[in-house]
């Protein structure tokens, strides 16, 4: 009997993981990380909290979240190598991304061989590495980080030199627990091929910012929010989009390949994005912008399911983190790094998962190519 071999574009409805990480329900638009519903999450919990969850499968209690939060706190600044090579990319003006892609490769440079210290070194270091990039490549020293700040407000106060407000905390925590798992995504699904191999976590995460920063995956929340700013006006939203899809261009911020109605990710962060807002607590933008933005996504909603009939085309996670990263006064290439902060404890739960369960993840081709060649000579060819 042969073994049935089904190729599928894209591995699309393929199972090829189990998880008790978190689970995506794309008809239902339903988010469950580690059980609890994002929505609780992204209003309730610390960025300490959800990354402890995520690592051992139970939220800590205040003994092991002080001692989590320290053990964190204490290992966030960076050894001289990596800030040294965060000053040579800053001087040749790399993108942020590549930054912290070149960056995360030195953080095992002191040869720590446990899995659970490198994993807590790349948590720990990540604000680090984006906000000293931020700052030195604006002609700003980088900022010790304040250890008694927690994670979320030390990397706003790494960034921006002052502590951030509860609100504003609250906020890009709110963030950061709603990105921070998703399914086999496409960057975990790379962390978990290479620490499938019995290669190390900082390789792995190495890997994953590689998948995470293509405009597929977590490079669009930029250009979503360039898209607003170029609108400018309510009445210029319908023409504009019109036209881009006209041209055959892709709405950034729309469509999912999981989800066929909203994200529900984009739910969380809208209602955080409005709070920041409508309480004035916002760094950058203001009111109208929110305003803005809330038409431009029913206009393109809209206007996606004329062009693309039958797709299911709908708001997806980086629309509204546009406008909260803006809102606290991140720049739009500091979208993508700041989710690879979200998003790291996930990827190093998924390297734990699957290195306490997985094999080696090695899956076959379909060869379609020619067969039978003869080899001709190089002088006759
Ligand atoms: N704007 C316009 N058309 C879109 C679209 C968008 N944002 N997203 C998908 N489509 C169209 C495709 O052009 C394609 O149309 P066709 O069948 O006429 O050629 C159809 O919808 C299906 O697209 P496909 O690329 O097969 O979907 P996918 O599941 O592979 O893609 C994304 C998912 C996220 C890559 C895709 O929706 C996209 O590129 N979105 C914009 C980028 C973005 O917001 N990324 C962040 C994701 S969280």
């Known amino acids: 009997m042969t073994e049935e071999r089904v190729f599928r574009e894209g591995l699309e409805g393929v199972v090829a993981a189990q998880t008790h990480l978190?689970?995506?329900d794309g008809l239902k638009g339903e988010l469950l990380i580690a059980g609890y519903p994002v929505e609780e999450l992204a209003q309730h919990?610390?960025?300490?909290?959800?990354?402890?969850?995520?690592?051992?499968?139970?939220?800590?209690?205040?003994s092991q979240l002080s001692d989590f939060r320290r053990r964190l706190a204490t290992r966030r600044a960076l050894p001289e190598a990596t800030l040294e090579l965060i000053r040579i990319a800053a001087e040749r003006k790399?993108?942020?991304?590549?930054?912290?892609?070149?960056?995360?490769?030195?953080?095992?440079?002191?040869?720590?061989p446990d899995p659970r210290e490198q994993a807590a070194d790349v948590v720990a270091r990540f604000p680090t590495i984006v906000a000293a990039y931020a700052r030195l490549r604006s002609g700003r020293q980088p900022l010790q980080p304040d250890p008694e700040l927690g994670h979320a407000a030390n990397y706003l106060y790494m960034l921006h030199g002052a502590a951030p407000s509860p609100a504003q905390t609250r906020a890009l925590e709110s963030y950061l627990n709603t990105v921070v798992d998703h399914g086999l995504n496409a960057?975990?699904?790379?962390?978990?091929?290479?620490?499938?191999?019995?290669?190390?976590?900082?390789?792995?995460?190495?890997?994953?910012?590689?998948?995470?920063?293509?405009?597929?995956?977590?490079?669009?929340?930029?250009?979503?929010?360039?898209?607003?700013?170029?609108?400018?006006?309510?009445?210029?939203?319908?023409?504009?989009l019109r036209a881009k899809l006209q041209r055959g261009e892709r709405l950034m911020g729309f469509g999912h390949r999981v989800y066929k109605v909203r994200d529900p990710r984009a739910?969380?962060?809208?209602?955080?994005?409005?709070?920041?807002?409508?309480?004035?607590?916002?760094?950058d933008g203001d009111q109208t912008l929110y305003e803005l933005a809330r038409h431009v996504e029913e206009q393109a909603v809209r206007l996606l399911a004329e062009f693309k009939?039958?797709?299911?085309?709908?708001?997806?996670?980086?629309?509204?983190?546009?406008?909260?990263?803006?809102?606290?006064?991140?720049?739009?290439?500091?979208?993508?790094?700041?989710?690879a902060i979200g998003r790291a404890p996930g990827w190093i739960a998924h390297c734990f998962e699957q290195q306490r369960h997985g094999r080696l993840i090695r899956p076959t081709s379909e060869y379609v190519g020619e067969r039978g060649r003869q080899w001709i000579a190089l002088e006759r060819r």
């Open 22 to 24: 978190s689970h995506v």
């Open 45 to 62: 919990a610390g960025y300490e909290e959800v990354a402890y969850l995520l690592w051992h499968g139970a939220l800590p209690d205040e």
């Open 187 to 240: 960057s975990t699904f790379t962390a978990r091929i290479i620490i499938s191999t019995d290669s190390d976590i900082v390789s792995a995460i190495v890997g994953a910012i590689g998948a995470l920063k293509g405009p597929r995956h977590g490079g669009a929340p930029g250009p979503a929010l360039d898209m607003v700013f170029e609108i400018g006006e309510p009445q210029n939203a319908e023409p504009y």
């Open 309 to 339: 009939p039958g797709r299911n085309l709908q708001t997806n996670v980086e629309f509204y983190t546009a406008l909260l990263l803006h809102g606290l006064g991140l720049s739009t290439d500091l979208f993508s790094p700041t989710f």
């Open 267 to 283: 739910e969380v962060l809208s209602a955080a994005a409005a709070r920041l807002y409508e309480q004035n607590e916002q760094i």
């Open 94 to 112: 790399v993108a942020p991304m590549d930054a912290l892609r070149m960056a995360a490769g030195t953080l095992d440079l002191d040869g720590q």
